[in-house]
Structure formats: C-alpha cells, structure tokens
C-alpha cells in the first residue's frame, strides 16, 4: 500500500515509494498535457513535487505558473515525449536527466534535481529541488 505524504487529488502526490525517475515522470507527464483536465493542471501537479525549500523560492502557484511558463522551461508545456536518463544517486540526493522533445519540434536537455525529505509531511519522499536546463545535450547526460 503507498502512504500518501499529501492529501488526494486527481494527478499523483508525493509518496515514500516513489523513486527519482517515477517523481520526475509524475511531473512530465501531467505537462504533456497542461490544461487536462484544467488549465495548469500539469504546472500544479510539478508545484506539488516541488519540495518546501523550492517553494519558498518559486512559490506560491501563481509566481510558478510564470517561471514554468518562461524561456528555460516553456519547452515542458505540452511536449510531445520525453526520456529519462539513469539518475544519479546517494542517501538523499538524486539528479535524473532528461531529454525533452518539445511541441516545437526541438530538443532540450534538463536535470532534475531531488532531494529526499528528512521531516514534516513529505518525510520520506523525494521532490524536486530545482531543474537546470542545458542549452545542447552535455556529454555526462547519459541517455
């Protein structure tokens, strides 16, 4: 059985059972599809992965709204398809890369950055402390 480290909804929630790959495939794939089954659904399912110190820096919902939708990170928004790369891993830090296929017919490569939390309500869980986007795939992406 998962424990839920947040309340319910339609898209995923942070668990303790989710790996680093699953947590970066439970915010890309609700952003393939942004305004399913509402506007901004797939941007709120990414904010509820963000862990509490990113959204100190990147929230509240509507000020992620605007970074998501900015240059570096637009390309996520309906995408058509997206690949995951082996993450790097240690007691409580992962980095999973990703190649991205954008609606624009581009390429993009990003890492995921996650952390593992130590307390409160997502103690156990991994979440996504920030993302850095390359502009060329670099060598070390590993895909």
Same mark, same amino acid.
């Given at each position: 059985?998962?424990?839920?480290?947040?309340?319910?909804?339609?898209?995923?929630?942070?668990?303790?059972?989710?790996?680093?790959?699953?947590?970066?495939?439970?915010?890309?794939?609700?952003?393939?599809?942004?305004?399913?089954?509402?506007?901004?659904?797939?941007? &709120? @399912?990414?904010? =509820?992965?963000?862990?509490?110190?990113?959204?100190?820096?990147?929230?509240?919902?509507?000020?992620?709204? *605007?970074?998501?939708?900015?240059?570096?990170?637009?390309?996520m928004i309906d995408h058509l398809r997206f690949e995951l790369g082996e993450p790097r891993l240690t007691?409580?830090?992962?980095?999973?890369?990703?190649?991205?296929? &954008? @609606?624009?017919? =581009?390429?993009?490569?990003?890492?995921?950055?996650?952390?593992?939390?130590?307390?409160?309500?997502?103690? *156990?869980?991994?979440?996504?402390?920030?993302?850095?986007?390359?502009?060329?795939?670099?060598?070390?992406?590993?895909?």
């Open positions: 059985t998962l424990v839920f480290c947040a309340a319910a909804t339609t898209a995923p929630n942070p668990t303790a059972e989710l790996t680093p790959q699953q947590v970066v495939e439970a915010q890309l794939k609700p952003l393939a599809h942004n305004d399913t089954p509402t506007e901004n659904a797939g941007i &709120a @399912a990414a904010f =509820r992965f963000a862990s509490p110190e990113n959204r100190k820096m990147t929230g509240p919902m509507k000020k992620f709204i *605007g970074i998501v939708r900015s240059e570096a990170y637009a390309p007691a409580d830090r992962a980095s999973v890369p990703v190649r991205l296929f &954008a @609606a624009n017919g =581009r390429k993009y490569g990003y890492v995921f950055l996650l952390g593992r939390q130590s307390g409160g309500e997502y103690a *156990g869980c991994w979440m996504t402390d920030g993302v850095q986007l390359f502009a060329d795939e670099p060598a070390g992406l590993e895909l």
